[in-house]
């Protein structure tokens, strides 16, 4: 069905790559600016991520896993023990924004820039290295998104939806890996029942988000 498949190394069909957005709260903040510290319950709902980040840990340690988790710099910055435990079992921290600040909401490829370098700066210091990949808070990939990232010298970016298979992004500064994503693969819409962001869809059982990521 697939007429571009992928020569993936020994003969292997399908590569799978489980990744985590740890937004936590930075998302509170991009909404509600100022105002956000008063919504306690809402705060300490999305601060559960610290709580997830651990266990999610403690399974791909017994299963000899190795992610990729997607985490704003403005959280890392502020949980460096979470930053550490992500690194201690060999997992990637990649570039999610400074604060989940929208790509799309921002007035000029400067502007842009500005974040992504802000962001680049503090992983490079909390980790060692700078980011090899990029997912774009919302999936907003801008018009100036892959100039930006080519020039950062970025490998991949992860928010484009053009293919079921990983495919390259060409502009006239060069190249970038595009590992495709898909609001169908995503876990946001089946769980994220959050009044505080407008976000209000039905929780899910387990069983019903995975009949849709299967399907
Ligand atoms: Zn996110």
Request: aromatic residues 10%; proline residues 6%; negative net charge.
């Amino acid at each position: 069905m697939i007429d571009n498949p992928v020569p993936w190394p020994d003969g292997k069909k399908v590569a799978v790559a489980i990744t985590f957005d740890v937004d936590a709260d930075s998302i509170l903040h991009t909404d509600h600016g100022q105002r956000a510290h008063r919504k306690v319950a809402t705060h300490s709902m999305l601060r559960y991520d610290r709580i997830a980040v651990k266990r999610i840990c403690d399974m791909y340690r017994r299963f000899g896993i190795r992610q990729t988790f997607f985490v704003p710099a403005w959280y890392m910055e502020q949980h460096p023990d979470i930053v550490e435990t992500i690194l201690r079992d060999g997992h990637e921290i990649a570039h999610h924004g400074y604060i989940h600040e929208s790509p799309n909401a921002q007035e000029s490829l400067e502007d842009e820039r500005y974040w992504l370098e802000k962001g680049i700066d503090i992983i490079e210091r909390m980790t060692g290295a700078k980011p090899r990949g990029w997912r774009a808070p919302l999936y907003h990939f801008s018009e100036f998104s892959a100039d930006l990232l080519i020039d950062a010298g970025f490998l991949y970016d992860a928010s484009l939806m053009g293919d079921d298979v990983p495919y390259m992004i060409k502009t006239a500064n060069g190249e970038l890996i595009e590992l495709p994503s898909h609001w169908g693969m995503d876990d946001w819409n089946h769980y994220a029942h959050i009044s505080d962001m407008g976000s209000d869809v039905p929780t899910k059982a387990p069983d019903d988000a995975m009949r849709v990521f299967m399907s």
